[in-house]
């Protein structure tokens, strides 16, 4: 761990031409891994199609698939209804989270006054989304942001100018990612704690699951044919990719509450670290070096459970890290 943070530190001081160059790659990474956490909440998003499709492909085989039709793939619905506006709220926040990160780092490397102000308008749009999502999660009127926290961050932007004075630019990203960090913080918590209670985990379990065995009785079809070994061999191993998807399901969501933990102490830190006028530090660099680390290495479960005292498994062979 400590050579990756080498590496990220060796790397920035090479090529920190700006104080605002760590800004912007804080953005990069946490948008990376919003990007990360985006494709889990999407699967879940799409996990009863996925048993549909699959539950189509086994029914209509060999003499039944003359049945299948265009009226009856019209009877394919994305399951999205009124109890499930939570769990898309989820997927929008942290899509949010990671326009907000990007607009950060594309705030921190403009170059003309066109550059900043796409990148306002991001920033704008990422907030006005935060808002939102916030207030469909818990159910309330209230705006996670407020319009006067909104006016500020133009007047910060505004005062950067067309000649793209440094410290007009820290100044405006400072202000940003100060004001911005108690409601980055609040969300961040909210996401963790609907990700507990939306289900998703065992919405991808049950859809993995139904997945592998409609794949194993088409193996078993299949293998009482003539099947080489090398055939065979290849598709055992796709079979146990499959059932370790299933075993590995909470663990998915568990790297993902861990994601957006790493997120939320992230920009926290990054925040401290801007109040004490310190755009680059030891501190970012770590910062980045932890979410490079996490976006390289998320769906490395055996990690995930070297670092877990208390490893579980239920009666379906579903693991957990149930550390508290």
Do not use: W
Not at 121 to 149: C, M, P, R, V, W
Not at 207 to 231: C, F, G, H, N, W
Not at 304 to 324: Q, T
């Amino acid at each position: 761990m400590k050579l990756v943070y080498l590496a990220g530190a060796l790397f920035l001081a090479g090529c920190a031409s700006t104080p605002t160059t760590q800004i912007s790659a804080f953005g990069n990474s946490a948008s990376a891994i919003a990007g990360k956490i985006d494709s889990v909440i999407d699967e879940y998003n799409n996990a009863a199609l996925d048993r549909k499709f699959t539950d189509y492909a086994a029914t209509y085989n060999g003499d039944k698939s003359s049945l299948l039709t265009s009226d009856e793939l019209g009877k394919i619905d994305k399951p999205i209804g009124p109890e499930q506006k939570k769990n898309f709220a989820i997927y929008k926040a942290n899509r949010a989270l990671g326009s907000y990160s990007k607009a950060l780092s594309d705030l921190a490397s403009a170059g003309s006054r066109v550059d900043i102000d796409l990148a306002a308008a991001n920033l704008y749009g990422s907030i006005s989304s935060l808002n939102d999502q916030y207030k469909t999660i818990k159910e309330t009127d209230k705006d996670l942001f407020d319009t006067s926290k909104l006016a500020s961050f133009s007047t910060l932007i505004a005062a950067i100018g067309s000649s793209i004075v440094e410290e007009k630019r820290r100044e405006a990203i400072k202000g940003i990612v100060t004001e911005a960090d108690p409601k980055v913080s609040l969300i961040c918590d909210v996401i963790i704690e609907q990700l507990k209670l939306a289900g998703i985990e065992d919405a991808i379990a049950t859809s993995r699951q139904y997945i592998l065995s409609e794949e194993l009785i088409d193996y078993k079809s299949r293998v009482k044919t003539a099947m080489p070994l090398d055939e065979r061999r290849t598709e055992i191993k796709r079979l146990y990719s499959l059932q370790q998807g299933v075993s590995n399901s909470k663990l998915l969501i568990q790297q993902t509450q861990k994601a957006v933990a790493a997120v939320k102490e992230s920009h926290a830190t990054l925040a401290n670290e801007l109040k004490e006028g310190r755009f680059t530090s030891a501190a970012i660099t770590s910062t980045i070096g932890r979410l490079k680390d996490l976006e390289k290495n998320y769906g490395d479960f055996e990690a995930l459970l070297l670092s877990c005292k208390k490893i579980a498994k239920n009666d379906k062979g579903i693991l957990s890290c149930e550390d508290k």
